[in-house]
């Protein structure tokens, strides 16, 4: 924030102005042509540095200007306040704010006005995403005349296109619309989707759903298109699972994300962004708690009742409210707060690589790291799909009642966000004890087990009847609990341990392999990966009729992918962890040259001249693991900030992986 007193037309000033002793805390504007070079260096150095780096030059920065003008030149050197002319021409100069600033718990004022609303706003928008996950589920696995085999169709053909649609649209709107009305724009169309879902929609289902049109395609086509032919009887609640997938790419990715990166420094985000994930599950542990309690509505009802067009008009309310308070946070914050703190300077765009598809494909087969890298991703993405909608099936058969289908998926979820949650805090344990390959393992190895023992509880349910029984439970009661524990461990493994190993992976390669694997894997093996369960279903359902039909073929494949991902991570661990410890080798055998002390920097920084011991000195090697320079000494620069200079000699560039 910027404020300035302009020297023209102010006739309240004194004709003998006195200076003030008092510390510059304020910016000011004063008209002068300055003559003085040395200022000009001083003040363009620390006037380029960031807001907060500042603070350390506030002590020791002496204001120096000089003032021409026709009446006579006036000169003031002092570290209070400088006072000029009345009459004189007006042009401004401005200068750093080098008061202290507030802080609270250690972290300045200005950071907590902008992380504690990105905070709320991410609660509730990740609140309002775990009950709509829940809620889309439940309308179209458990509408009548549908079943779970409509998902994989429903991903494909009507989620992939609208979210497509919306990036195109998004894309267009971003160039003639401003940040805030953008925003605006994208979030208030999904607020009023959810509430006219819930009081005019569902209600109106057995008006505006063709039953009797898709009646006869079904009959006419045979019970394999059982679920593309769902889609256009229940055409509204398949329109209702498409805003609910989008919520989470558009409003969480592009709109929340998108602002939190305008409105933070790296800084800002480096010690903040964690907290998010962590707060991002106890929305989820929250709201499957809400879920549960209007799904148990039912029980308070009378007969007769639609206990969920109740239970549904209570939770899109609760979406309604929130999403308006977040529209409120978002003006708030462009209201109050971003004007009162430093503006953030633009960020520069960084080039990425753009391969097509060909290319992606080429750069992958070309080297066994990415390979192996790629084959983590496609086989995460298509194991999780094959469990997840023959699970779902099983757990409509289990419980067929919208209510009660919905109080299990509340429960779910909140045993989702206390997994999750703990997995994160002990990753950074079992990364730092076991290493990166254990930690890779985890993830496919109780994909592994938990699959194992969901696929034999449905396929060999009738002999294991009698030993369930002593417990109280049905096969298909044991099958739902397994593949519960199988959804529950996997996906908190996956948030805590493979996307941290993921990008990990990316480290010790050379730039070019690093920047090229990581846009192949976004344009070939994602896709892959989010396709490739839908599109195996799809073939089987209608190769076999159905999805029960369809299931010892199912877990047959999944065996095998989840044995190449196991094969893949445990290849890769050994080609990660021979170029770590070869990079580290290599760092650590690069001696310290010596810095002439008489040349200067182009910063007006003076170079450090080591001693003989320290000429011949190694780098030193940090305590866990990292190589890290050190020099003893260092010594004031021109603009009073000290510097420390080290030169590496010449080596050769990284190893790439495409030897391997």
Known sequence: MEAGIPAQGLLSLPSKPKTSDTHLTHRLHFRSKIQSPKFLNSYESINSRSFHGLKKYRKSFKLLS?????????????????????HADATYVSVPD????PKFLGVEISTLKKIIPLGLMFFCILFNYTILRDTKDVLVVTAKGSSAEIIPFLKTWVNLPMAIGFMVLYTKLSNVLSKEALFYSCILPFIAFFGAFAFVLYPLGDIIHPTALADKLLKALGPSFLGPVAILRIWSYCLFYVMAELWGSVVVSVLFWGFANQITTVDEAKQFYPLFGLGANVALIFSGRTVKYFSNMRKNLGPGVDGWAISLKGMMSIVVLLGLVICGIYWGVNTFVLPAVPKIEARKKKEKPKLGLVESTKFLLSSRYVRDLAMLVVAYGISINLVEVTWKSKLKAQFPSPNEYSAFMGDFSTCT???????????RVILQKYGWGVAAMITPTVLLLTGVGFFSLILFGDPLAPALAKFGITPLLAAVYVGAMQNIFSKSAKYSLFDPCKEMAYIPLDEETKVKGKAAIDVVCNPLGKSGGALIQQFMILTFGSLANSTPYLGGILLVIVLGWLAAARSLDKQFTALEVEELKREKAIPIKTVKGSQEGKNGSIGVKPNKEEESMPLKSGGNGSPYKSVSSGCETSNGSASKQSEIGDSSETPSPHSS
Do not use: H, P, Q, R
């Open 417 to 427: 966000g206390i997994a999750t949650f703990t997995m994160m805090l002990l990753s």
């Open 98 to 101: 080098y008061g202290e600033t």
């Open 66 to 86: 000089y003032l021409n003008s026709k009446n006579g030149d006036l000169y003031k050197e002092k570290s209070g306040l400088l006072v000029t002319n009345a």
